[in-house]
């Protein structure tokens, strides 16, 4: 079955600091892979996709990702966080008939 | 646009009653879908519709119905609610084509006594 890996449950970065969101997908085709964020008590927020073409992709609010074939990863950075980012971010990944299947979500803390 | 709405927001009950969640779209989409999401779970598909008259199970289908009452609406029912249908309720919407983006609602939080 096709899946969406996030290894860590919490990251703390300073602000300032670049960050990174971890993302591992499982091989099978091609994968469409997302990004969303959801602030607290909220719904998800998209906030970038790859489908095909560069493997750099930009998206809203400064956020980027690089998608990795080779690694089957497609971590979101960010190269100066804010204390607004912090949240909760998901990892997706397109499945038959257009289903998303998620990662299980890394929140995201950026401290003073 | 409203986007995707929900309603209620917040609802209580009880072990055995029954509610229907509700969801719209007002962005044309053809294909809508219904999440949980559970602590260190991420979300979870309920249910999902790819077209207006169609739905299909997901991931985790036992203990709901839905309803495509039209394209812009799609219903959750739980005919008899058990504790371990508490969670937080999303419904999402997409265009009809290949790598669109799902738009989803600012949820239902459901809990079961």
């Known amino acids: 079955a096709q899946s969406v890996a996030q290894p860590e449950d919490q990251v703390n970065v300073a602000e300032g600091n670049p960050l990174t969101v971890k993302c591992t997908y499982s091989v099978s085709g091609n994968p469409y892979l997302f990004w969303y964020v959801q602030y607290p008590n909220r719904g998800l927020q998209f906030l970038l996709k790859?489908?095909?073409?560069?493997?750099l992709v930009k998206g809203s609010y400064g956020f980027e990702a690089e998608f990795n074939k080779s690694q089957t990863s497609f971590h979101l950075k960010k190269p100066s966080a804010l204390v607004s980012d912090s949240a909760l971010y998901f990892c997706a990944r397109r499945g038959g008939g257009n289903k998303l299947t998620f990662g299980t979500g890394t929140q995201l803390k950026v401290e003073l | 646009n409203a986007g995707v709405t929900q309603t209620p927001k917040f609802q209580v009950l009880k072990t055995g009653q029954s509610m229907t969640l509700q969801c719209a779209q007002d962005m044309n989409h053809n294909s809508m879908y219904w999440y949980r999401q559970d602590p260190g779970m991420g979300l979870r598909l309920i249910y999902y519709?790819?077209?207006?008259?169609t739905t299909d199970k997901g991931e985790v289908p036992n203990g709901y119905n839905v309803s495509r009452l039209n394209k812009r609406e799609f219903s959750l029912r739980l005919e008899s609610a058990a504790p371990s249908q508490t969670s937080v309720y999303f419904c999402a919407s997409r265009p009809w084509g290949d790598g669109y983006e799902q738009y989803f609602g600012p949820g239902t939080r459901l809990t079961v006594t």
């Open positions: 790859y489908i095909t073409g560069d493997n």
């Open positions: 519709s790819a077209s207006e008259g």
